[in-house]
């Protein structure tokens, strides 16, 4: 059988290492770049969140700041009695002490009176159709309206309220704030570099403060071409002011406070993840660094540590092919140590039943050649048995000849008696004839006797030959017990190796294979000899019933010699009667009565001698086809003698395949 080409183990374990060392570190460089970016997110929101807060913190503070000062304005105006020209003076004086009002503070009454600062350049063609004076007729308090351009080209928002001077006339106070300081406060304090904030007015969507200054004062519906500004315009309208990704952007947005305004501050995620992806690069490096010196490690760790088991293989391969006189060194304190001085024990415990099933194989070789004698010793027997009973039966049929004959002649003499009176010449040649035939029937009889008596003496051989056979039948089946036994035990090892050889691992496989073969081994010589045993057992029931059969056949023997001697007194008693008769031949006419009953005796004597001896024929042929039976099983215990002598002739030439060792000799 061809063996199989293997690979090196150090080549499948670098195999096995590179894909899962190559994916650990995937993996850990996927995780941590997960992690990380998860994290950069949470602190880009964080500080994105903070950013805008500070920002609508500061508008708050400096609208609120601004709108103090006109409430104090306001509040001034409405606890003194003023004239017009008061009111004048005041705003002048008010004028030059804050240039973030445009056009200073002003106010305008029901009757389209405006009131303002000599240097302020405000003016009004209709003040009550204005919509500073709208927003102020709503509300009592100074509370900012919305953005408008005022006639300056300005982008302002109006602090207006009614003043409440006790009067009967309405006067509706406003200041403008322009939104440039607010504009700067939305570009400037922003915490991220690369991160934008600009400012709509979530009433009419326009956008209020913008780095780019061509998209102030056009509404963001107008610029929706760009994907982040589309996703700004769908989350005011759906009212999720909440911080979120969208289109490759972290958006942010903030309320500011007592306006309908929106801060909305963005910035890249490409910016946000920067850091992250040069990390994860400089990770990916590092990892292929990482990756090749352990690849390195790993395979001098490997070489040093697999270079016992290559030992081991080629003890365990030279013991496949049945070399067990191979050195098994121990080296090291580990488990392949204990491998070593498992397989060293292994071989030992190998040539000791190695050695052992070659003499028994030598035993059975001889005693399965001792078997094949003897059987063939009992075939001979009982082909000499056959031959004798094949002669008593030839015996036995002249004697049944005979007997009729004598049965038809004794019905022939009652007939001659009675016609004695007429012819005594007659009766004198009949009985002339008679006593010739009687003298012959006598011969035949002592012939018949002597015929059963080596009939007898037959039957004892043959019953000695059967016990030789039984005994032999005994023997064998003491040796097939004695290689069942061998064969379990065989098993019992092999299964035992087999055992061992599965804890070893993949370097047991090449001894499994042998345990294996010495297992089928043993199964076949545990199942030769159940079939051996098996066949003997018949052999055994066999002779056991030819042992009865030549039992019962002496005994009818005897019977029939018993019979035989009876016939031959019988002959004896008519060849005297007919001695007599043929002495008193002269007196017959007398005696004629008389004669003729003994003729008639005698024809009935004839007929129960012709009956027994046609029982004998039959119970002569029986024997002979008992006699044919037992020379057909003689003839398959000598062949399944032979049969054994050559299994353990093959056991014998399979175990000297097995190198042992000991005194030059292999077995």
Not at 136 to 149: S, W
Not at 261 to 289: A, C, D, E
Not at 483 to 488: L, P, Q, T
Not at 579 to 601: F, G, H, R, S, W
Request: aromatic share 4%; proline share 1%.
């Amino acid at each position: 059988m061809e063996k199989k080409k293997n690979g090196s183990l150090k080549t499948k374990i670098l195999i096995i290492i590179l894909p899962i060392v190559a994916l650990m570190i995937i993996v850990l460089t996927t995780v941590s770049y997960k992690i990380s970016s998860s994290e950069i997110k949470s602190m880009s929101k964080e500080t994105l969140e903070s950013s805008i807060k500070s920002q609508n913190k500061e508008i708050v503070a400096w609208m609120d700041e601004k709108l103090s000062a006109a409430e104090a304005l306001k509040s001034a105006l409405e606890n003194g009695d003023l004239t017009n020209v008061q009111i004048n003076n005041i705003l002048d004086g008010y004028y030059s002490k804050d240039s973030d009002f445009v056009n200073g503070i002003y106010i305008g009454d029901e009757k389209g009176n405006l009131y303002k600062a000599t240097q302020s350049s405000k003016t009004e063609t209709n003040v009550t159709d204005s919509q500073w004076y709208k927003e102020g007729l709503t509300r009592i308090n100074l509370e900012y309206g919305d953005a408008y351009v005022n006639s300056n080209g300005q982008s302002v928002i109006s602090a207006t309220g009614i003043i409440d001077d006790g009067k009967e006339e309405i006067k509706v106070l406003a200041a403008d704030v322009t939104l440039d300081r607010i504009r700067i406060i939305v570009n400037s304090n922003v915490e991220m570099e690369d991160a934008q904030t600009f400012l709509v007015d979530a009433n009419g969507y326009t956008i209020l403060s913008h780095r780019k200054g061509e998209l102030v004062g056009t509404s963001i519906k107008d610029v929706t071409s760009d994907p982040m500004m589309a996703d700004v315009l769908k989350c005011i309208e759906d009212g999720k002011l909440t911080t979120t990704i969208m289109d490759d952007y972290e958006i942010a947005f903030k309320k500011v406070d007592n306006t309908s305004w929106i801060l909305v501050s963005y910035i890249p995620m490409s910016t946000v993840l920067s850091q992250v992806n040069m990390l994860r690069n400089y990770m990916i490096i590092i990892g292929i660094i990482c990756t090749i010196i352990l690849l390195v490690i790993i395979e001098r760790v490997i070489h040093i540590s697999i270079k016992p088991v290559k030992e081991l293989t080629e003890v365990i391969t030279a013991m496949s092919s049945g070399d067990f006189t191979i050195e098994v060194k121990e080296k090291g304190n580990n488990e392949i140590t204990v491998m070593f001085q498992s397989v060293r024990e292994f071989m030992d415990s190998m040539k000791r039943i190695i050695s052992q099933i070659g003499a028994v194989s030598k035993r059975l070789e001889g005693q399965a050649i001792s078997s094949s004698k003897a059987a063939e010793e009992m075939q001979d027997a009982s082909k000499h048995q056959q031959g004798s009973m094949q002669g008593l039966n030839d015996t036995v049929d002249a004697l049944v000849g005979s007997v009729n004959e004598i049965a038809e002649n004794a019905t022939t003499l009652a007939g001659v008696v009675a016609d004695t009176r007429k012819n005594s010449m007659e009766v004198t040649v009949k009985m002339e004839d008679t006593v010739v035939v009687t003298e012959k029937g006598r011969h035949d009889m002592e012939d018949v006797k002597n015929a059963m008596n080596v009939i007898s003496e037959s039957i004892s051989t043959l019953e000695d030959a059967v016990n030789k056979v039984g005994t032999a039948s005994d023997e064998i089946t003491k040796i097939v017990g004695m290689i069942s036994e061998i064969a379990e035990e065989t098993n019992l090892l092999s299964l035992n190796a087999s055992i061992e050889a599965a804890r070893a691992g993949e370097a047991g496989r090449g001894f499994a294979v042998v345990a294996g073969e010495i297992g089928t081994l043993a199964g076949n010589s545990a199942k030769s000899a159940q079939d051996i045993a098996e066949l003997i057992e018949k052999i055994r029931i066999l002779v056991s019933d030819c042992v009865k059969q030549s039992d019962s056949s002496a005994e009818q023997i005897y019977n029939s010699r018993q019979l035989i001697d009876t016939a031959l007194d019988t002959f004896q008693k008519i060849y005297g009667n007919i001695n007599e008769t043929n002495a008193l031949i002269n007196d017959v006419m007398d005696k004629i009565t008389q004669v003729d009953d003994v003729a008639t005796n005698v024809a009935a004597v004839s007929q129960e001698q012709a009956a027994s001896a046609t029982m004998i024929l039959e119970t002569s042929e029986n024997m002979v086809t008992q006699a044919e039976s037992i020379l057909m099983n003689s003839s398959k215990v000598a062949k399944d003698s032979k049969e054994l002598a050559t299994s353990a002739t093959e056991l014998d030439t399979n175990i000297k395949v097995f190198k042992v060792g000991g005194n030059g000799d292999e077995k």
